[in-house]
T-cell receptor, first 108, second 113 residues
Framework: RKEVEQDPGPFNVPEGATVAFNCTYSNSASQSFFWYRQDCRKEPKLLMSVYSSGNEDGRFTAQLNRASQYISLLIRDSKLSDSATYLCAVNRDDKIIFGKGTRLHILP | EAGVAQSPRYKIIEKRQSVAFWCNPISGHATLYWYQQILGQGPKLLIQFQNNGVVDDSQLPKDRFSAERLKGVDSTLKIQPAKLEDSAVYLC???????????FGQGTRLTVV
């Protein structure tokens, strides 16, 4: 089993819809969690850190479920500019491990 | 605040040649990472430094890859000799401390022919 798993997609979603991604991690000792966004041929950019209590940044909401070992990302009122690959990252033993990413296409 | 700087942006070499990549992290960031990202995959951690010491290099193919971080600031990653399967984007990232979020440079796109 891979340490960090994501559904690769692609998710094809009409503009304005709500979309949610999950990411599961295998090591219960993982301590911090992140969502990154990566545009085609660009570097990953931090979208948001994920806190135990859940956190929201505008249209984006991240949640952590330690019992089931997954994190989620919810995007509301999706925009064409949200089209990208979303990478889940987990800090385990002071190393940041990435999933393969989920591709999102927002359709006009 | 200046971001993570990497050079070169692109490199094409023949197999069995050597190549080196350079990274300058964000000022004050003690932790530096080198990742390899193959097309369609997530970044794979190659090596992690804390200041000028190696924290983890378990995924670094040490028969051909080497990295150093002299004086705890800049870092270089070298491949010698390169193989076709080394074609990838090599990303450098830095963070303030080991549990904090990492910030990436633009990467070096390596093509081995």
């Amino acid at each position: 089993r891979k340490e960090v798993e994501q559904d690769p997609g692609p998710f094809n979603v009409p503009e304005g819809a709500t979309v949610a991604f999950n990411c599961t991690y295998s090591n219960s000792a993982s301590q911090s969690f992140f969502w990154y966004r990566q545009d085609c041929r660009k570097e990953p950019k931090l979208l948001m850190s994920v806190y135990s209590s859940g956190n929201e940044d505008g249209r984006f909401t991240a949640q952590l479920n330690r019992a089931s070992q997954y994190i989620s990302l919810l995007i509301r009122d999706s925009k064409l500019s949200d089209s990208a690959t979303y990478l889940c990252a987990v800090n385990r033993d002071d190393k940041i491990i990435f999933g393969k990413g989920t591709r999102l296409h927002i359709l006009p | 605040e200046a971001g993570v700087a990497q050079s070169p942006r692109y490199k094409i070499i023949e197999k069995r040649q050597s190549v080196a990549f350079w990274c300058n992290p964000i000022s004050g960031h003690a932790t530096l990472y080198w990742y390899q990202q193959i097309l369609g995959q997530g970044p794979k951690l190659l090596i992690q430094f804390q200041n000028n010491g190696v924290v983890d290099d378990s995924q670094l193919p040490k028969d051909r890859f080497s990295a150093e971080r002299l004086k705890g600031v800049d870092s270089t990653l070298k491949i010698q000799p390169a193989k076709l399967e080394d074609s990838a984007v090599y990303l450098c990232a830095s963070s303030t401390q080991v549990k904090a979020e990492a910030f990436f440079g633009q990467g070096t796109r390596l093509t081995v022919v």
